[in-house]
């Protein structure tokens, strides 16, 4: 059956849940990702983390980097009107053994920037483990659902919640403002959610092929504000 973008959008909001194994593993090495600030200790314990929910939800170890580079981000009139806090990219399979790329390295990458758009303030501790969360839920899409195209459904957005309410039971508080006083109260300024995968509509942009499903599920869970660059390069 050919894979169209429509039955990626439908069985992505089929699937609500993304359960772990033993969230309270997750939630151990996810306080330490919060506890981390600078970019070499955040992509160290970030990539702990993330072997950690590979092996639980039954994926391979995406490969993490954490460039100490500002959010590339637009202006607009004076204004950051949106800004790229991290992205999923999928490397081509290697021809000898398709479950790997080239040279061994993983077919999935993360990418968490460390710093503001603006400022280049450390991107406040919350913000960074949220982004490398839903990045993780691209990546589980595409290995564990087989959802090439990894949209941002309602059905993405429920199995994101699923993954942070377990590390937030194992932990025994929240992944929320208690757990970092410091916010730096950035995450505002990034005006708009763009995907590739998803077009949306933006001032002076043209409307979504008629093709597309409604983006109004994807509107309505803004749960951060950024730009999400996803190309799965097959
Ligand atoms: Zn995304």
Do not use: K
């Amino acid at each position: 059956m050919a894979r169209t973008r429509r039955a990626d959008y439908q069985r992505s909001n089929r699937i609500r849940t993304l359960p772990l194994d033993d969230p309270e593993a997750a939630a151990v090495a996810a306080s330490r990702v919060l506890r981390a600030r600078d970019a070499t200790d955040r992509q160290r314990l970030g990539t702990e983390l993330l072997a950690l929910l590979a092996a639980q939800a039954g994926t391979g170890v995406p490969e993490l980097v954490v460039p100490d580079e500002h959010q590339p981000h637009r202006r607009s009139g004076g204004r950051i009107v949106y800004s790229l806090q991290g992205d999923y990219r999928r490397r081509a399979p290697s021809p000898a053994d398709p479950r790997v790329a080239r040279g061994g390295r993983p077919l999935g990458r993360i990418r968490v920037l460390n710093r503001t758009p603006a400022r280049g303030d450390l991107v406040r501790p919350t913000a960074f483990l949220n982004t490398l969360l839903h990045e993780f839920c691209h990546h589980y899409d595409v290995e564990r659902l087989g959802i090439l195209h990894s949209f941002h459904t309602s059905g993405f957005h429920a199995r994101l919640r699923h993954l942070r309410d377990q590390i937030e039971a194992g932990r025994g508080d929240g992944l929320d403002e208690a757990a970092d006083p410091g916010r730096a109260g950035n995450s505002r300024r990034a005006g708009r959610t763009i995907d590739p995968l998803r077009p949306r509509r933006v001032a002076g942009a043209p409307a979504p092929p008629a093709d597309e499903p409604a983006p109004a599920a994807v509107r309505a869970l803004p749960l951060l504000e950024r730009l999400w660059s996803i190309i799965l390069a097959r």
